[in-house]
């Protein structure tokens, strides 16, 4: 316990100090300080346990039996996560190594981007780890991997360079398989959207949910033995699983941590939308995190909230990127701060488990 409150400190002293070099003009985009946050931000990857789902990564890289060559792979992991479990387990290396390997590509990947688009690059900083380092950097961290290599694909895409398109889509794919969903988010974000085609599409989502939950009760009685299908099986259907509440506290908190990031970033896009942004990077990515946000509420209306949440992380990652001065008011840009300083709050309260009477924290 004495570490995860050290881990916790450390976070919270490393995004003070990222927010207060974010609103200087003078270290917003020095280079040194930049490569600094990257740096310290490796470090503590590397030491941190500030995850619900670190011990199952770490128990499953301690059960790893690097004899039976892709057993994992087939079962659990897509490859590149099995590979970068693999390699570090094949020589002996403690279970770290592999936090460092799942966090080390995503966060080299945003550093080469904010590097290339962002006019703050300590503020595009602040906000990538707000948004997500709880739920990315922390939790899902395959789905962190996808997400990464998916904006790297989007960069590309906005100068036509179709080869390193495909190239990290392909990578995207084979970091989580939920990037398969490509299409519909695709076909979606060709739409020119505002903000009346997005709340009516939300209707129309919501109606035709309605019908698809009748359909997905059937095919969850349906025995498919195809790798693809079975792993998806585990997301879509898993309205079908109870899931046992120990109180009315724990109800509450992890009903937050699924829905504060949902509704934050319709919350974004809505503001995003009275953007008029002159850049093609920046349209695809909001483009694309109103096809995801669509895409996600069509699964969390059938009762897949995994599936729907790890959807929305992907396809939306990027959207940290344009959250700048020169797009947003001060109060508006104040808003999303607090917003994601209380999902922040959410998160530590109920990762330190004050629902939890076997917790020393918990609330009686």
């Known amino acids: 316990m004495v570490i995860k409150v050290l881990n916790l400190t450390y976070y919270l002293v490393y995004m003070f100090l990222l927010f207060l070099g974010a609103t200087s003009k003078k270290v917003k985009n020095n280079m040194k300080i930049f490569k600094i946050f990257i740096f310290f931000m490796l470090v503590f990857i590397f030491i941190k346990e500030l995850s619900l789902d670190y011990v199952s990564y770490k128990d499953m890289y301690k059960e790893l039996n690097i004899s039976e060559k892709y057993k994992w792979f087939k ?31 995503p966060l080299f990947v945003n550093y080469f981007l904010i590097k290339k688009i962002s006019s703050n690059r300590l503020l595009s900083l602040f906000f990538l780890f707000l948004i997500h380092f709880f739920t990315a950097f922390g939790d899902a961290i395959r789905q962190n991997m996808a997400a990464s290599f998916f904006l790297l694909a989007i960069y590309f895409y906005k100068d036509k360079k179709r080869v390193k398109t495909f190239f990290f889509l392909i990578l995207s794919f084979f970091s989580h398989y939920s990037t398969i969903l490509i299409l519909p988010i695709f076909l979606l974000s060709k739409i020119k959207w505002n903000t009346k085609k997005y709340i009516f599409m939300f209707f129309l989502v919501f109606i035709l949910a309605f019908f ?44 937050a941590i699924n829905f504060f990031p949902y509704f934050g970033v319709i919350f974004i896009n809505l503001i995003l939308l009275k953007v008029r942004f002159s850049d093609i990077m920046s349209k695809l990515i909001l483009n694309f995190s109103i096809a995801s946000s669509l895409i996600s509420t069509a699964f969390i209306s059938v009762g897949a ?60």
């Open 75 to 105: 079962d659990y992991l897509e490859p590149i996560p099995y590979f970068l479990m693999y390699l570090p387990k094949k020589i002996n290396l403690p279970h770290q190594f592999f936090f460092l390997n799942m966090g080390i590509i």
């Open 212 to 255: 698809a939950n009748i359909f997905f009760y059937y095919l969850s009685y349906l025995d498919f033995n195809n790798i693809l299908f079975l792993k998806f099986q585990r997301y879509l259907f898993a309205y079908n699983v109870d899931y046992i509440y120990i109180n009315e506290l724990h109800l509450i908190l992890h009903k």
């Open 305 to 364: 909230m995994t599936l729907g949440t790890r959807v929305l992380v992907t396809f939306s990652y990027g959207v940290y990127l344009l959250l700048l001065k020169e797009n947003l008011k001060k109060g508006t840009m104040l808003i999303i701060i607090l917003y994601y300083i209380i999902f922040n709050f959410i998160y530590i309260l109920y990762y330190s488990g004050i629902q939890n009477p076997m917790s020393p924290f918990f609330i009686t």
